[in-house]
């Protein structure tokens, strides 16, 4: 017996690494999953709960539907059993649609509810430009123009500029918009008075846009799904992945990695 343990011993791999974690409340038609992962890859598990399907096209009533403390705090509980470290709302527009005010409240009321710390997509936004110290922006969205300027009224409540917005105008499945499109829009809202440009919307693919365009623009690209993970990994004190990023190279107090 002692002997086929040695040598089990001498077969098995150390392990297994035990990560963080991250709860995730997506909404009903998240399809970035995979997209979220790659900044938290080798720091933390992700685990996605998403809401009820209220089938509904991407616009200011699905943002409010989306924007309940209720209905976040019951998603929240499907991946409780894996007692997460700190959770994302992964939906830009349901953190944003009722302002700075909206936002904050519902961050309260999911700690009031005795839950982790909660990360929002928009919150994230407004920690991570201020972490670049960064005032005025520009506005890449894929979202309707009642949606984009819904957007642009939560940036400039929070404190920040809005120079020039773009969108594409879309109200349901962002996530198939190519990259050439994106990298097209993105472009398109610079400006050089804007410091930064920001791409709204968790849906929206980026990641493997941030680096090159930031090259391009010679400014920060910030993103939703970028801000929101590089916040939630900051509060666990874990390094996000992502080459060349310039967020990923500060933290959330404004000090360099």
Known sequence: MVDMLEDLSSMVPPGPVVL???????????????????????QADLYFARSPFEPSPVDLAQAEQLARPE???????RVGAVAPDCYVYACTSASFVHGVAGERELVSAFRAAG????????????????????????IAAPYTSAVTQRFADFLEEGG??????????????????????????????????????????TNLPTYHLIAPLEEYLGKPLVT???AAMWAALDYLGLEPAG??????AVRADGSKR
């Open 160 to 201: 920040l500029e809005v120079r020039r917005a773009s969108m594409l105008g879309l109200a349901g499945e962002i996530w198939k918009v190519p990259y050439a499109r994106t990298a097209e829009l993105i472009a398109s809202a610079d400006c050089a008075e804007a410091e930064a440009v920001v791409a709204a919307c």
């Open 71 to 77: 209905m976040v705090i019951e998603t929240s509980r």
């Open 115 to 138: 839950l982790p710390h909660l990360v929002t997509a928009s919150g994230a936004i407004l920690a991570a430009l201020t972490a670049l110290k960064v005032r005025r922006v520009a």
């Open 224 to 226: 939703a799904n970028q």
């Open 20 to 42: 963080s974690k991250i709860g995730v409340v997506a909404p009903y038609d998240m399809a970035l999953d995979h997209e979220m992962g790659r900044w938290a890859e080798g």
């Open 243 to 248: 080459p060349g990023q310039r967020l990923l």
